[in-house]
C-alpha cells in the first residue's frame, strides 16, 4: 500500500474526461511528479488531492484513509501555487505562521515553530520583511515555510519556479530538493517542464487527456519510452518509420527505405515485416566528416546549425533515397545534439556529413 492513492478515479467537466479512471501509487517519503501538457488534467489530480474539487467516482488514499469527502482544510496537506500567493500585509514571519494560526496553535509553540522554519529555509534576516522587499527566490522560499509549516502529510507543488528566471530556477531545484530530502516529505509535483521533472523526482508520471500514459524513474521513462508521444514529449527525438525485417540476438532490423537499414536493440518480441518507429535522441547521434564505421550511418547535409554554449544543435537533411525526375526522395530531417570540444571540428552550414550511432542507442517502437 502507498501513502498517496488514486484508485479508479474519475472526474469529467460535461463530455471532457479532465481524470480518466485513473490507478496511481506514491510511496511514502517520494518525490513524484507529474508530467505532461496543458490540458492534460495533471492539474485536476493535484486539486483533488488537496480538497478543492471532488472525484465523480473513486477514491483518494493518504497515508490509508480515504480523504475524498474530507474538507480542505482537514486534510492536512500544504500547497505551494505558482505564483506563491503570499499576503502582502503580513510580514515573513506572519505568512509563514498563518497556517498555525488558522489553527489557533500556541502563540510560544507557533514563534519557535516559525524561527526553526526561518533557519530552515535561510531567511532569518527577512522576519520583518513584506513580500515586496523579497527576490523572486525568497518569496518562492516562504511559501514553501508557509505550506511545510503545519506538518503535512503530503506537499503539493504547483509548478512553484515557474515564475523564476533560467538561473534561479536551477538554483530552487537544489534548494527544493535539499530541503524535501531533510524532511522526508512525500511530496507531489505539477509541472510541463520536463528538464524541471528529471532533475527533481524520483519517479515522473507522463499525462495525457486525462490518463497516465507511462510512469517510472526519469531515466527509464527516457530512455525507453513505450510510446511514440512520450519519446517526443519527454525532450527530443528523431523518428524513421519503416518495416521490421527480423529480430535476433536482441538487435532488429529495420527497413527504413530500399537503399536504407538500420539497427536498433530489440527487448520484446516483434512479429517481422510489421510497421515499426525507430527511435534515436539527437544527443546520441555523432558526426564525421568521412564515413566511420557504425551499424548505423546517414550521410546528410547540415542545413542549419545553432551555437547553444556548451553544445550546438545541428538540423540535418538526409540523402537517401531513390530519385525521381532528377529529385531526391523527401525524409525527415535529423536533429543532432552536439557537444563542442576543442577535440571536435566544427561543422559548416551547408557542409555534407555523415550521422551514425550504435544499435543500442536507439529503440523501436510499434506504429
Not at 529495420?254 to 510489421?274: H, M, Y
Request: overall charge negative.
Amino acid at each position: 500500500m502507498g501513502f498517496v492513492e488514486f484508485q479508479k478515479v474519475n472526474k469529467h467537466y460535461g463530455a471532457i474526461a479532465a481524470v480518466d479512471d485513473v490507478d496511481l501509487v506514491i510511496e511514502k517519503g517520494e518525490f513524484f511528479s507529474l508530467l505532461g501538457p496543458s490540458g492534460c488534467g495533471k492539474t485536476t489530480m493535484l486539486r483533488l488531492i488537496a480538497g478543492f474539487i471532488r472525484p465523480d467516482s473513486g477514491s483518494i488514499l493518504v497515508n490509508g484513509n480515504q480523504i475524498e469527502n474530507v474538507p480542505p482544510e482537514k486534510r492536512n496537506v500544504g500547497m505551494v501555487f505558482q505564483n506563491y500567493a503570499l499576503f502582502p500585509h503580513l510580514t515573513v514571519a506572519d505568512n509563514i505562521a498563518f497556517g498555525l494560526n488558522v489553527q489557533h496553535v500556541d502563540k510560544d509553540i507557533a514563534r519557535k515553530r516559525v524561527e526553526e522554519m526561518l533557519e530552515l529555509v535561510q531567511l532569518k534576516e527577512t522576519e520583518d520583511r513584506f513580500p515586496r522587499q523579497l527576490s523572486g527566490g525568497q518569496q518562492q522560499r516562504v511559501a514553501l515555510a508557509r505550506a511545510l509549516i503545519t506538518q503535512p502529510h503530503v506537499l503539493l507543488l504547483d509548478e512553484p519556479l515557474a515564475a523564476l528566471d533560467k538561473q534561479l530556477r536551477s538554483y530552487m531545484q537544489v534548494e527544493l530538493r535539499d530541503l524535501q530530502r531533510k524532511l522526508g516529505i512525500t511530496t507531489f509535483f505539477v509541472t510541463h517542464d520536463q528538464e524541471e521533472a528529471m532533475t527533481l523526482a524520483d519517479r515522473i508520471a507522463v499525462m495525457r487527456s486525462g490518463k497516465i500514459i507511462q510512469i517510472g524513474p526519469p531515466s527509464e521513462v527516457y530512455e525507453r519510452p513505450h510510446t511514440r508521444f512520450v519519446s517526443n514529449f519527454l525532450g527530443s527525438s528523431n523518428f524513421f518509420e519503416g518495416e521490421l525485417l527480423g529480430c535476433e540476438n536482441g538487435l532488429a532490423k529495420v527497413k527504413i527505405s530500399p537503399d536504407l537499414l538500420l539497427a536498433a536493440g530489440c527487448g520484446k518480441t516483434i512479429s517481422p515485416q510489421k510497421k515499426v518507429v525507430l527511435v534515436v535522441r539527437p544527443e546520441k547521434i555523432r558526426l564525421f566528416q568521412e564515413k566511420p564505421d557504425f551499424p548505423n550511418c546517414i550521410p546528410a547535409r547540415v542545413v542549419h546549425l545553432v551555437y547553444m554554449g556548451t553544445s550546438t544543435t545541428y538540423l540535418l537533411q538526409p540523402e537517401y533515397g531513390h530519385q525521381s525526375a532528377g529529385e531526391q526522395l523527401t525524409v525527415e530531417r535529423i536533429t543532432v545534439f552536439d557537444q563542442n570540444e576543442r577535440s571536435k571540428p566544427d561543422f559548416a552550414l551547408g557542409e555534407q556529413v555523415y550521422a551514425a550511432w550504435d544499435a543500442e542507442s536507439c529503440f523501436i517502437l510499434e506504429e
